[in-house]
């Protein structure tokens, strides 16, 4: 097993082999663009094969994200492969 940490200046274009039961945990403040958001999460490469990806939100940013959802908090809306922490 291992510990690996992508933080947001280093994780685009890393390529790392992950286990395919491999759970990354991203985290959202304020002001963060949605493409370093996408990079973050395109590091786990085998979503639709068992990874899993889990949000950590700071609290203004879970509110607005439920502002803006038609899901409950702590609900994926039925896309599988994520999970949400309504704050840190």
């Not at 786990?44 to 439920?66: E, H, S, T």
């Amino acid at each position: 097993d291992a510990f690996v940490y992508f933080d947001e200046s280093r994780c685009r274009g890393t390529d790392m082999k992950l286990k395919a039961d491999a759970v990354a945990f991203l985290t959202a403040g304020p002001g963060m663009c949605k493409d370093k958001l996408m990079q973050g999460a395109a590091r786990m490469r085998q979503l639709d094969k068992g990874q899993q990806l889990i949000f950590g939100l700071a609290p203004d940013v879970a509110a607005k994200v439920a502002a803006g959802s038609r899901h409950p908090p702590g609900q994926t809306g039925g896309r599988g492969g994520a999970s949400a922490l309504p704050q840190l």
